[in-house]
């Protein structure tokens, strides 16, 4: 009797291994296309298994004298569907920067971002907040939560963003999942920070995102509640397989993922002067 396959234990093996399938048939319709047609089809096959992708990414700010100030130069950053990635390096050095231009916020002087599939960077702004309200979360180190809304209240304005409409049973339902099921009706100032913190998070996931953006989400968190507020973090993006990327400066929560970049390993923003000057 032959032996069943069983199925891989982890859905990323699975996409990967059909994306990979794909690609295999495509080779074989290399001659009938022709070459120009087969590697773009080929490019799709393989950016279909990204949740992130950046190509030849270029940043800089001009100052008031003219002069700019190189910020990104990165020739390729990629992050599968499901991902959990940490993001160090040293202040001033572009996380923040490189996080707004992942989620549409910022712009990126040149190359492309591609998001689940959707290349973002040459949209115009409008379609940009469109799309970054439907499918990328953020959570923000300030947390941004509107005073005179409750907890509830924040995440189902969260929803309404997204051109979806608001799912109030789903609201609630991330709501119990930080466990804050009690506290639906409270306003931020009557929440903890480390409460403020799991609202915030229950907001980032309100639009189901394929990609969650972290900024340093435990630097404003008493050490109490930092791993309670990283371990929501990483399990409820496991648990909706979203894609993950957190910047951190703690060498403690950063040594929790299997995957940590450094920013300037495969950032080098002398680049963008080196364009200039060509």
């Given at each position: 009797?032959?032996?069943?396959?069983?199925?891989?234990?982890?859905?990323?093996?699975?996409?990967?291994?059909?994306?990979?399938?794909?690609?295999?048939?495509?080779?074989?319709?290399?001659?009938?296309?022709?070459?120009?047609?087969?590697?773009?089809?080929?490019?799709?096959?393989?950016?279909?298994?990204?949740?992130?992708?950046?190509?030849?990414?270029?940043?800089?700010?001009?100052?008031?004298?003219?002069?700019?100030?190189?910020?990104?130069?990165?020739?390729?950053?990629?992050?599968?569907?499901?991902?959990?990635?940490?993001?160090?390096?040293?202040?001033?050095?572009?996380?923040t920067t490189l996080l707004n231009i992942i989620s549409g916020i910022l712009t990126p002087d040149s190359g492309r971002v591609v998001v689940d599939g959707s290349e973002i960077a040459a949209k115009q702004e409008v379609v940009r907040d469109r799309f970054r309200a439907a499918k990328i979360g953020i959570v923000f180190q300030t947390f941004n939560l509107l005073p005179a809304f409750s907890a509830l209240e924040n995440v189902l304005l969260g929803m309404s963003f997204s051109g979806r409409g608001v799912d109030k049973v789903f609201a609630k339902q991330l709501l119990e999942r930080v466990g804050l099921g009690h506290r639906l009706n409270h306003s931020p100032q009557k929440l903890s920070v480390g409460e403020q913190q799991r609202v915030a998070v229950a907001r980032s996931l309100a639009n189901k995102p394929v990609l969650l953006l972290a900024d340093e989400p435990t630097a404003n968190v008493d050490l109490a509640n930092q791993q309670l507020i990283l371990d929501l973090i990483r399990d409820t993006c496991r648990d909706h397989n979203v894609t993950l990327l957190m910047v951190t400066h703690s060498s403690e929560v950063a040594g929790t993922f299997t995957r940590v970049e450094n920013l300037k390993d495969f950032n080098r923003p002398e680049l963008c002067l080196q364009e200039q000057s060509a």
């Open positions: 009797m032959s032996k069943v396959q069983e199925s891989p234990s982890n859905p990323n093996e699975s996409c990967c291994g059909n994306r990979q399938f794909a690609i295999q048939i495509l080779d074989s319709f290399r001659v009938q296309f022709g070459t120009r047609v087969f590697f773009k089809l080929q490019q799709i096959a393989r950016e279909g298994c990204m949740s992130l992708l950046l190509e030849r990414i270029r940043k800089s700010y001009r100052e008031p004298g003219g002069s700019r100030i190189p910020v990104l130069g990165i020739e390729r950053f990629a992050m599968n569907q499901g991902e959990q990635v940490a993001l160090i390096g040293a202040s001033g050095g572009g996380k």
